[in-house]
Protein backbone atom coordinates (compact mmCIF):
# COMPACT_ATOMS: atom_id res chain seq x y z
CA UNK A 1 0.00 0.00 0.00
CA UNK A 2 1.39 3.34 -0.89
CA UNK A 3 2.03 5.90 1.78
CA UNK A 4 -0.63 8.45 1.27
CA UNK A 5 -0.10 12.64 2.14
CA UNK A 6 -1.58 13.02 5.80
CA UNK A 7 -1.82 16.53 5.36
CA UNK A 8 -4.64 19.14 3.34
CA UNK A 9 -3.92 20.70 0.53
CA UNK A 10 -4.03 23.91 2.67
CA UNK A 11 -1.35 22.40 4.96
CA UNK A 12 0.79 21.00 2.39
CA UNK A 13 1.03 24.69 0.68
CA UNK A 14 2.20 26.12 3.91
CA UNK A 15 4.88 23.62 4.60
CA UNK A 16 6.04 24.44 1.05
CA UNK A 17 6.24 27.70 1.63
CA UNK A 18 7.96 27.31 5.33
CA UNK A 19 10.38 24.74 3.13
CA UNK A 20 11.36 26.91 0.58
CA UNK A 21 12.32 30.28 3.35
CA UNK A 22 14.21 27.76 5.39
CA UNK A 23 16.16 26.42 2.66
CA UNK A 24 16.71 30.20 1.17
CA UNK A 25 17.91 31.29 4.64
CA UNK A 26 20.48 28.48 4.09
CA UNK A 27 18.82 26.94 7.42
CA UNK A 28 18.64 23.50 8.55
CA UNK A 29 15.40 22.12 9.82
CA UNK A 30 17.26 21.42 12.94
CA UNK A 31 18.54 25.38 13.38
CA UNK A 32 14.95 26.28 12.78
CA UNK A 33 12.95 23.91 15.05
CA UNK A 34 15.48 25.07 17.72
CA UNK A 35 14.43 29.10 16.78
CA UNK A 36 10.84 27.70 16.63
CA UNK A 37 11.28 26.64 20.50
CA UNK A 38 10.49 22.79 19.19
CA UNK A 39 11.39 19.78 19.43
CA UNK A 40 14.96 18.69 17.44
CA UNK A 41 12.92 16.59 14.87
CA UNK A 42 9.75 18.38 14.27
CA UNK A 43 10.70 20.50 11.33
CA UNK A 44 11.53 17.30 9.61
CA UNK A 45 8.39 15.25 10.62
CA UNK A 46 6.42 18.37 9.07
CA UNK A 47 8.27 18.48 6.26
CA UNK A 48 8.03 14.76 5.60
CA UNK A 49 4.36 13.04 4.61
CA UNK A 50 4.78 10.08 6.58
CA UNK A 51 3.81 12.33 9.37
CA UNK A 52 0.75 14.56 10.76
CA UNK A 53 2.82 16.83 12.21
CA UNK A 54 1.89 20.53 11.19
CA UNK A 55 2.70 24.02 11.85
CA UNK A 56 -0.49 25.68 13.62
CA UNK A 57 -0.93 29.57 13.75
CA UNK A 58 1.24 30.07 16.91
CA UNK A 59 4.20 28.51 14.88
CA UNK A 60 3.07 30.90 11.53
CA UNK A 61 3.72 33.47 13.83
CA UNK A 62 6.91 32.82 15.26
CA UNK A 63 8.16 31.74 11.56
CA UNK A 64 6.97 35.01 10.31
CA UNK A 65 9.38 36.65 13.14
CA UNK A 66 12.26 34.54 12.52
CA UNK A 67 12.07 35.08 8.61
CA UNK A 68 10.85 38.79 8.99
CA UNK A 69 7.92 38.32 7.20
CA UNK A 70 4.32 38.84 7.10
CA UNK A 71 2.25 35.42 8.28
CA UNK A 72 0.37 35.93 4.97
CA UNK A 73 3.61 34.93 3.00
CA UNK A 74 3.01 31.46 4.31
CA UNK A 75 -0.50 31.01 2.75
CA UNK A 76 -2.00 31.51 -0.71
CA UNK A 77 -3.31 34.87 -2.32
CA UNK A 78 -6.96 32.60 -2.77
CA UNK A 79 -8.58 29.90 -1.34
CA UNK A 80 -6.97 26.20 -2.40
Same mark, same amino acid.
Given at each position: MASANLNSEIEEYVIKKVKEMRISANMSQAELAFKLGTAYGFIGNVESP =??? $???? !? *?? !? *?? !? $???????? =??? !????PL
Open positions: =KYR $AKYN !L *NH !L *NK !L $AKIFNCSV =KDF !LPEK
